[in-house]
């Protein structure tokens, strides 16, 4: 049975540093991994989707990247802004149909 | 740029009430989900929807529950006599193809209370 992981749970730099975000699975038989963020009490805004068969995935100040032998991905957020304060989640896809797993995600803040 | 869309934003109910949570997925996309987060909990998968009929189902998804597509534009979800614990943020997804190089996108999630 496929087990998503997020570690750390919480996450506090100052404004400027890089952020990374670690997510771990069980199972490496996935289709893709999708990292999402989400506001407090809101939805789910896609950031990046990355296929089995690629080792990473870059937008704007995103970069994300996937091991999927040893079941991790990491997501990269360059230069932080208090903006980028928010809940990140990743997400695999293991099956045909499209289902999607998710990991308990990443709660960050930036400070000014 | 195309987005899915879910009303009501809020709902409260009366336990024992039915509910229905409604979607309007992306018009091209063929595969449409329903996923659930209690408060504080992860994202858990309900139900995909494919072609018209039910593809997946979590053992969450049991007969209090159900998923309609009435029209070419609309995706439901139907709960039974709802329970305290159905209480949760709803979200809806829809993605292009189900699998392989197939982003989902989700709404902004219907957050449901029953009292």
């Known amino acids: 049975k496929q087990e998503v992981t997020q570690i750390p749970a919480a996450l506090s730099v100052p404004e400027g540093e890089n952020l990374v975000l670690n997510c771990s699975f069980t199972d490496s038989a996935i289709y893709n991994l999708q990292w999402f963020r989400q506001d407090p009490g809101k939805g789910l805004t896609s950031l990046l989707l990355i296929q089995s068969s690629q080792r990473e995935q870059t937008s704007g100040r995103l970069n994300a990247s996937l091991d999927k032998s040893s079941g991790r991905s990491t997501l990269y957020i360059a230069a932080s802004q208090p903006g980028d304060s928010a809940t990140y989640l990743c997400?695999?896809?293991?099956?045909?149909?499209?289902?999607?797993?998710f990991g308990a995600g990443t709660q960050v803040v930036v400070t000014p | 740029e195309p987005e899915v869309t879910q009303t009501p934003s809020h709902q409260v109910t009366q336990m024992g009430q039915e509910v229905i949570l409604r979607c309007v997925p992306i018009s091209n996309h063929l595969y449409f989900y329903w996923y659930r987060q209690i408060l504080g909990q992860k994202v858990e998968f309900l139900v995909s929807?494919?072609?018209?009929?039910?593809?997946?189902k979590s053992e969450i998804f049991d007969d209090q529950f159900s998923v309609e597509r009435p029209d070419g534009s609309n995706f439901t979800l139907k709960i039974r006599s709802t329970k305290l614990e159905d209480s949760a943020m709803y979200f809806c997804?829809?993605?292009?193809?189900?699998?392989?190089?197939?982003?989902?996108?989700f709404g902004q999630g219907t957050r449901l209370t029953v009292v």
């Open positions: 929807f494919y072609n018209n009929e039910i593809s997946e």
């Open positions: 997400a695999v896809m293991s099956d045909s149909w499209g289902k999607l797993q």
């Open positions: 997804a829809s993605s292009e193809r189900g699998f392989m190089n197939t982003e989902a996108f």
